[in-house]
């Protein structure tokens, strides 16, 4: 349990989560990122001067703007002085953005914090190659033409060839999606569970939509060159989708055996999501009715050689052994659906003896109980910019809690190189 | 008077002028008394070799001459004697022996240029409150102190040119780039770098400049044949741009021309007879009344003198109704007094689409430099919208422009009562509904205020502030300096139907329908007002504003005037046959692309008269400008205004009436009430009992008064 001053969770936002290549891919992160935390801002109709800091999660940041924070802090609707800055634990970053802020709160050193994530795949730096970087380097620094000419000398055609970052693990090279393959082949996960997997979020995310629970949290986008295109619901869920049509998919990863396709794995996305957190005497005074209290939360890693996003398997029953819970005591679980391959082999490893043991735990950490998991549906139908998946999880968990009443709450997220991590919620 | 104060060190005199009980340092007589005694002290004192003249003030240099002390003079040759004061002393300064820099951060205008452009060496600082030019033509006047010699010589005759006759400002950097400064720097170290360079040129003697201004430049201000083209076109335009109504740019080109051909004593010589002639010009002393009008409304909250309150401080603003009105006020407010602005409007496409309207006015300005890129994102992320009243609880301001509809406003107000604060102020913007019936089933009716804006917002310099009775005086003062820190010249008008603007302009533009059912030609009654000296003339005005929204403006006239102010039946037939005016691109003119075409000759049909040739303008005009006149008359005595200056600085910023003329009332004053009352008199026997002279001027007529004490 998080010990010190207990954190609040007061009110979250986000901007449409929306398939990378879409209705946002003309606006750079930091538009999106300040969007959603003005949004925040007038919806919460809190006064500026009472953020003390922002913490923002981005994983694959613009060289442009490194301290993606610092813009939103910088909106001219908060004052010039709230220091801020980004982090970066991949697909968790905007968890442990908020966990970072509640540490903050807890320890007495903020009262109030603005932390959430963003992400915009539309938007991703691609790189020179190395040779031709050189070039420009020497070439900036030459003192005469002639040493600049000379420099633009050295250059072929090859050098031209961008590069663009891969979402592959350095360690082994192995990409995301050729792990969770990996993962589906070694644990066992069939193709037809992989894609109801998929349907369950598509279908739950559809009809959050419709009752209006899932765009509650959602701040209208206003685009297009008329700026009257109004988006206020994510754009990457199918309502209309089937086993069958999920069926009919090509395995991406391995043509020929896999299991693992576009349909059961989630979009790169562009989107930002923040949340407000406050000390609990804060809001009070302030005047909130806090959607719910961060109880505890976890990080784990396993080796990145091994099953990549296996490390919600031990970041779990790592939070919920720190907020001195047991598993069945959870009325609703978030898990992040990176690819359904993963959440199924991550709900096989809390389920099971055997899987405890290898990783040495002393025992399963629960048998998962879908009425009360993923309920709005998850990534997979939702979308997943990378930097700021938490803080929607964050958001959607916390506002389902209060409309069910439910005391304890989890979200779990897998993340790049091996990571795991969880948090836990409680409403009172 | 101690005005200066020098310290010397090094050999370096620093002269600091810092004007005793004045904000802004201005060149007074008095102060050129104490120069001159000062600059022989330095010329003898031996342990000074150079002189660096600074200001004390926190954001002027020298904001320019005295100008109350203008209002003095009586005779042209006073004035010229004036002048020559001016030029002695910028000679003096020219020919000091030992180095003067000018060091410049804020206002150096008018006097304080040429004081400048003396000096041996200007450095200024890059501050954005640096504004070096020659405002004087604005005036009516012409720079008398050498500027009209000195500045060609320094920086072109085109440059030049374009700076004095427009009276333009430049900002640092463009002056460096034109040469009219020297250096730029950082305000921190001005006084260093200016000292640094009295040193410099202390030891080097002379200043070295070199600039070279390309081919065609040393052809057109270098030779004598290149500079008469340039002379001959700067005149054309100039006889375009003032219609002959303005003779002070024509008069500063002479002098330049003179100078440049002829030598500087000529120069001088010309400049000083031309500055006596136009400063005992009526042009050009009414365009100084009302530079003293506009300047007065700057310190007027609109409550009476000694009243005690403290303003609401306005951060954030919402505004609800997101069309043009809307979204104008919402980007002008940004850009200009620097708050949030939320939009609200019952659709989110309408609210996008007001705020890319907003967002244009900041986009506009990003795009012809005047706003630097980091202060339009800050200034963009001031602006936001919403389809609920979302945000609105800690608007200190709501701005209200929706549809012109009595009961859609009072909804509209109860919506927002509901929301906000009760220190908040509501502010309703409508050009003719009077703020009492828009306030009646008001909460706080106390807190709520009419503040009528001009279209285009971002351009339209004035804003009417109307207070119902109920209005509090704390509301008043706090829509008062927001609309200042708007940008707008404000006036506070009486809560009585069309206020001040509109009311004036009712029975001008009535009468021009009227007319054109006579069979007056419409280019006839445009051509005959703009050369009278409105910017547009009444017809062309009206499609402007477009032709449904001055007929519902004219029914509410109508309404509560009676049949003096019935509007003419050509709009209805307008309307009916589908012309809007400039909007849909159908009015009184054809429009194609956006641009005037010409009078649409399907009109007189549509209106079923014959345009007939044989009218003269001076009728066309007199009808015109005498109803304007009784009426401004008329309003002034019901106290619609609290004076005749706040009627006619509105007059002539809300509607465009000529500035050369002084405002409706001053022109009065000037023809004298008994002559407007006869003049009414011999038009209403021939035209109809619209013409009937009103009450207040017949009792001013019968004793002689006048509406300007002055």
Redo the contacts between chains.
Sequence with gaps: MITGRRVAIVAGVRTPFAKSGTILKDVPAVELARYAAKELLYRTEIDGREIDEVVMGQVVPSVLTPNVAREVSLLPQLPPGVPAYTLNRACASAAQAITNAADQIALGHADTILAGGVESLSDIPILHSRRFSRVLVEAGKARTIGARLAAFGRVRPRDLVPVSPAIAEPSTGESMGQSAEKMAKENGIPRAEQDRIALMSHQRAAAGTADGRLTSEIVPWLGGPGMDIVATSDNGIRPDTSLEALAQLKPVFDRRYGTVTAGNSSPLTDGAAVVLLMAEEKARALGYEPLAFIRSYAAAAVDPGWQLLMGPALAVPKALERAGIGWQELGLVEIHEAFAAQVLSNVQAWASPAWAERLGLPGPVGEVDWERTNVMGGSIAIGHPFGATGARLVTTLANEMRRRSVQFGLISICAQGGMGYAIVLERR | MTAFTTTVDSGLALVTLDLPGEPVNKLTSGLIDEWETLIERLRGDSAVRAVVLVSGKPDSFIAGADIEEFTRLTTAAEAEALSRRGQDLMDRVEQFPKPIVAAIHGACLGGGCELALACHWRVATDSPKTQIGLPEVQLGLLPGAGGCVRLPRLIGARAALDIILAGKTERAQKALKLGLVDEVVPQSILRQVALAAADRLAREGTARRHRSRGAAGALLDGTPVGRRIVYRMAQKQLLKKTGGHYPAPLAALEAVRIGLEHGPAEGFRAERERFGALAVTPVSRNLVRIFFATTALKKDDGVPPGTEVEPLAIGRVGIVGSGFMGAAIAGTAVLNA?V?A?LKDAE??????G??AA?GILDERLKRRRLPAPRHR??A??L????DY??F??ADLVIEAVFEDLDVKRRVLAEVEREIRPEAIFATNTSTIPIRDIAAGAARPERVIGMHFFSPVERMPLLEIIPSDATDARTVVSAVRFGRAMGKTVIVVRDHPGFWVNRILSPYLNEAGVMIEEGVPVDLIDRTMTRWGFPVGPVALMDEVGLDVAQKASKVMHAAFGERLAPPAAIGRMIEDGRLGRKNARGFYAYHEGHKTGVDERVYRILGVKPLEGFAAEDVERRLVYLMLNEAAMACGEGVVRSARDGDVGAIFGIGFPPFRGGPLRLIDELTAGSVVETLTRLQEAHGARFAPAPALEAMASRGGRFHPD
């Design positions: 620097e949030e939320r989110l496409p309408r609210v996008g689409k705020l890319k967002l800050r200034l992320a001031l936001s919208g919403t389809a979302s945000g609880t800690r």
